[in-house]
C-alpha cells in the first residue's frame, strides 16, 4: 500500500529536550516536505527536499533540521524545542512536476511544555 | 510567500443541500495547479480535487465541482447533496516553485441532519 509513514503520532515533551519525527515513503518520490498546521493558519512549509542530499527552507524554518540521506526518509529535528513548536506535523512527499498531488502522512502532534 | 485566501472560516450547510467555498489566490504565472484538500476529524489530509490552470473546463469529481475563474484568480469548491461524512475542514492550495505547496488558512464545514 502506497503510503507515508509519521512517527510519533503524538509526543508530549519539555522544551530543550531535542527530538526527531520520522517520515517515510514507499513510493520513491523525489520531493518530500514538512508542513505544521496550527489553528487560523492553515499549514505552512518548513522544509522541503527535491531528492536526496537537496533541501531548502520552507516559509517557517527557524528552529528546525531536516535531512535527506535516502531516498525514502525525511527526518525532521527539533535540537532545541520550544513552546511555540506545539503544533500539527505533517509530511508530504510527490513527484516533482507540478501536476501532481501530494500524499500527506497521518500527522504528528507535539506538544513541549 | 505565495498568498491563497479563504474567507468565511465556517459554513454551515443542511444535508443534501449545496455548499460553495471560496478561495483565490495570487500568481504571475500563466501555466500552474490548484488543489482542494479535505481534513476530516481524524486530521488525515485528503485530496478532493485538482485543478490545471490551463485547461478551461473545470473539474469535477463526483459530488465536488469547482468553479475556476483565471482572470479573477477564483478557485471556488462546490459540494452538492451535501453528506454528513463532508464535515470536515477544507484547504485550498497552489503549487509554485520548486513543487511548493501553498495553503489557504481553512474552512470548516458543519453538515447539520
Known amino acids: 500500500e502506497a503510503q507515508v509513514t509519521q512517527n510519533p503520532r503524538y509526543l508530549i515533551t519539555v522544551t530543550g529536550k531535542k527530538l526527531t519525527v520520522t517520515c517515510s515513503q514507499n513510493?520513491?518520490?523525489?520531493?518530500m516536505s514538512w508542513y505544521r498546521q496550527d489553528p487560523g493558519l492553515g499549514l505552512r512549509q518548513i522544509y522541503y527536499s527535491m531528492n536526496v542530499e537537496v533541501t531548502d527552507k520552507g516559509d517557517v524554518p527557524e528552529g528546525y533540521k531536516v535531512s535527506r540521506k535516502e531516498k525514502r526518509n525525511f527526518p525532521l529535528i527539533l535540537e532545541s524545542p520550544s513552546p511555540n513548536q506545539t503544533s500539527l506535523y505533517f509530511c508530504a512527499s510527490g513527484w516533482t512536476g507540478g501536476n501532481q498531488p501530494q500524499h500527506f502522512g497521518d500527522g504528528t502532534r507535539l506538544s513541549i511544555l | 510567500a505565495q498568498t491563497v485566501t479563504q474567507s468565511q472560516p465556517e459554513m454551515s450547510v443542511q444535508e443534501a443541500e449545496t455548499v460553495t467555498l471560496s478561495c483565490t489566490y495570487d500568481?504571475?504565472?500563466?501555466?500552474?495547479?490548484l488543489f482542494w484538500y479535505k481534513q476530516p476529524p481524524s486530521r488525515q489530509m485528503i485530496l478532493v480535487i485538482r485543478q490545471e490552470a490551463y485547461k478551461q473546463q473545470n473539474a469535477t469529481e463526483n459530488r465536488f465541482s469547482v468553479n475556476f475563474q483565471k482572470a479573477a484568480k477564483s478557485f471556488s469548491l462546490k459540494i452538492s447533496d451535501s453528506q454528513l461524512g463532508d464535515a470536515a475542514m477544507y484547504f485550498c492550495a497552489r503549487i509554485y516553485g520548486n513543487n511548493r505547496l501553498a495553503f489557504g488558512k481553512g474552512n470548516q464545514v458543519v453538515v447539520i441532519p
Open positions: 513510493m520513491n518520490h523525489e520531493y
Open positions: 500568481t504571475s504565472e500563466s501555466d500552474y495547479y
